[in-house]
């Protein structure tokens, strides 16, 4: 049996030989890596993983990372000088993962320092018009005192970049949006971000802190948060120009000019009902990205795999279309098992390979020839059915006439003994 890129054997049968989670293979191991560590987001995956997937690629080959999220695999190859373009649906994303790729000279970091310690010099006490975003519930995430010092931030950015050379607003507000989630009253111990418990007390109550005493915690947080931006600038920086379009993954020829990408390292949204956006959304406010819940569920119904708000309201009326049937033998009967439990389930698996399947007809007509494909993927489990999104992603390239396909066991994901990751590898004829 041949071997795959991490000595596995590849064969989703063979999954039980994987011993432990590896996180050295999922974004926790990006967390103390330049610009990688920027944000500590859902939407990431191992720049490991995608440095290994690299090996073998140079500066006459192109990638493509159909869902960029936060910009890991384009980075990667930006700094080992390969070239890369990215797509994303969402206007944040695509924001950061261009100010990662940007590259800045030697004067920009102390610009930041400078500029965050103006802006701490400068914090008075909160006035009643001092703007703060309209995200719901907002009592939930800050209390009164915090939501205060991030507000005259905010503010103090929002006049920096008045006069401010370009990229140093949008640097300034990496290191707001890393104090802005460090004092919100979240926790990262599940699989993405959820409320603390105690989240009836105020921090300041917690801290035993006044208002005042707040003010100059948050601040002084903010420019520990500018000075590890401004420190980062210099850790593997991009040698080649890449970027990050805003489109939609499911149709990328009209979203891409290029037509000779010889190879794609991406991770797509897995099948589990995880809605990004959710996360996303107190950066997205924040930043001006959103403004209202309804905004937030249609960006999420555009985006494969979303189910955030009123994304859920219209998949209870969404019907597959007759001419995308999935091309895997047990596909209607694993969605009919899942819908009997929850019909709402069933269809959102659906929709999902629905739009993976448009997604990979899609790449097909932007590929050279014998282009290389690998895609990192996760399996799913709904009440008792076992989802093997790995499998059915390779029939969706075989599908597509894509050729030596095969299936990767990369580790195991959580402590439910079923779930696993995987790289799909395809090649284009």
């Not at 500066?59 to 960029?68: A, G, I, K, Y």
């Not at 500029?115 to 010099?121: L, N, P, R």
């Not at 000019?257 to 190879?263: E, Q």
């Not at 006439?401 to 799909?424: A, C, H, M, N, Q």
């Amino acid at each position: 049996m041949s071997q795959g890129l991490f000595g596995q054997a590849e064969s989703a049968s063979q999954t039980s030989r994987i011993l432990g989670r590896r996180d050295h293979l999922t974004f926790r191991g990006n967390i103390a890596t330049g610009r990688h560590g920027w944000l500590r987001l859902t939407p990431a995956y191992s720049l490991g993983l995608v440095q290994e997937l690299l090996a073998g690629l140079g500066p006459h080959d192109t990638v493509l990372e159909p869902f960029s999220g936060t910009g890991t695999a384009a980075l990667a190859c930006a700094s080992a000088g390969i070239r890369c373009h990215a797509v994303d649906i969402n206007p944040f994303l695509c924001w950061l993962g261009n100010l990662k790729l940007t590259p800045f000279g030697n004067g920009m970091g102390p610009a930041v320092k400078a500029a965050s310690a103006e802006i701490v010099a400068n914090l008075v006490k909160p006035g009643a018009n001092t703007w703060k975003p309209d995200l719901h519930q907002i009592e939930k995430w800050w209390d009164a005192p915090t939501l205060g010092a991030l507000a005259m931030i905010r503010d103090g950015i929002q006049k920096t970049g008045r006069d401010a050379e370009p990229g140093l607003p949008d640097l300034l507000n990496i290191a707001f949006c890393k104090v802005m989630i460090q004092t919100a009253n979240v926790s990262f111990g599940h699989q993405s971000m959820s409320f603390k418990k105690n989240e009836d007390k105020d921090q300041g109550e917690l801290l035993g802190e006044t208002p005042g005493d707040c003010v100059r915690r948050v601040a002084n947080e903010f420019y520990a948060s500018a000075r590890d931006v401004a420190g980062s600038l210099a850790l593997d920086p991009p040698i080649v120009g890449s970027h990050v379009l805003l489109g939609d993954s499911c149709d990328l020829p009209s979203v891409l000019t290029d037509r000779s990408y010889n190879a794609v390292i991406t991770s797509p949204p897995y099948p589990n009902r995880m809605s990004y956006i959710r996360e996303l959304r107190p950066y997205m406010y924040w930043l001006g990205y959103l403004s209202d819940g309804r905004a937030a569920g249609e960006l999420d119904w555009q985006a494969i795999g979303g189910t955030w708000g009123s994304a859920t309201s219209k998949l209870s009326s969404w019907s597959p279309a007759e001419s995308a049937r999935i091309p895997f033998p047990e596909f209607e009967r694993i969605v009919g098992d899942i819908g009997h439990g929850h019909p709402l389930l069933g269809r959102y698996v659906h929709k999902y390979f629905e739009d993976i399947k448009r997604h990979i007809l899609g790449l097909a007509e932007v590929l050279a020839p014998r282009a290389r494909c690998h895609y990192i993927v996760g399996n799913s489990k709904f009440y008792d059915t076992v989802l093997p999104v790995e499998e059915i992603y390779a029939a969706l390239f075989r599908d597509a006439g894509f050729v030596d396909v095969s299936v990767e066991p990369i580790r195991k994901r959580t402590s439910k003994k079923e779930l696993y990751e995987f790289i799909v590898h395809a090649h284009q004829p």
